[in-house]
T-cell receptor, first 113, second 110 residues
Framework: DAMVIQNPRYQVTQFGKPVTLSCSQT?????MYWYQQKSSQAPKLLFH???????NEADTPDNFQSRRPNTSFCFLDIRSPGLGDAAMYLC????????????FGPGTRLLVL | DAKTTQPNSMESNEEEPVHLPCNHS???????IHWYRQLPSQGPEYVIH???SNVNNRMASLAIAEDRKSSTLILHRATLRDAAVYYC???????????FGKGTSLLVTP
């Protein structure tokens, strides 16, 4: 049974055209994360939500925004995608605490033309 | 955040044990040691975690040095499906975000 679902799996957008990636979870976890993973690199945390509290990483570009309308859903909005934003975007969830496991979705691969 | 150091790559024969090392000399007393792996074209998946004692689960074992400055992930019998990038990550007890390092790319050959 899928626990963290990401749609779509592949997304093609044009340079500068806003795009939204979606994530949903069936685990009822407090925390939801968005990671960016470029080719041959490790995942990099963009931001996370602890319940409704939004926590942005210091080096996340302003071009990236997020929304969490309820516990189950979280969205990643890229306002004006550039060629450098082409990457795999990973959503994850967890309970709170350093010993808690993060559960990842399969990712959405974004291509910017 | 405390950092980890892992070899860039390792190779193993199928059905042989694999020992993946991780150094974390600046670990603090409340940092958990987590291991995740990422198979090609998939999201990372949890493997195992520990604090001070060695841990076993159905996927692997985690051996933690007495001074906690290093740990080793042990795959008891590597299969081709274990070929992945393995990440060793420290998380503080009060935190929850994962700070991924470069990880170790494990190649398993028949």
């Amino acid at each position: 049974d899928a626990m963290v679902i990401q749609n779509p799996r592949y997304q093609v957008t044009q340079f500068g055209k806003p795009v939204t990636l979606s994530c949903s979870q069936t685990l009822n976890h407090n925390v939801m994360y968005w990671y960016q993973q470029k080719s041959s690199q490790a995942p990099k945390l963009l931001f996370h939500y602890y319940d409704k509290d939004f926590n942005n990483e210091a080096d996340t570009p302003d071009n990236f925004q997020s929304r969490r309308p309820n516990t189950s859903f979280c969205f990643l909005d890229i306002r004006s995608p550039g060629l450098g934003d082409a990457a795999m975007y990973l959503c994850a969830t967890s309970r709170v605490g350093g010993r808690e496991t993060q559960y990842f979705g399969p990712g959405t691969r974004l291509l910017v033309l | 955040d405390a950092k980890t150091t892992q070899p860039n790559s390792m190779e193993s024969n199928e059905e042989e044990p694999v020992h993946l090392p991780c150094n974390h000399s600046t670990i603090s007393g409340t940092d958990y040691i987590h291991w995740y792996r990422q198979l090609p074209s998939q999201g990372p998946e949890y493997v195992i975690h520990g604090l001070t004692s060695n841990v076993n689960n159905r996927m692997a074992s985690l051996a933690i040095a007495e001074d906690r400055k290093s740990s080793t992930l042990i795959l008891h019998r590597a299969t081709l499906r274990d070929a992945a990038v393995y990440y060793c990550i420290l998380t503080p007890n009060s935190g929850y975000a994962l700070n991924f390092g470069k990880g170790t790319s494990l190649l398993v050959t028949p």
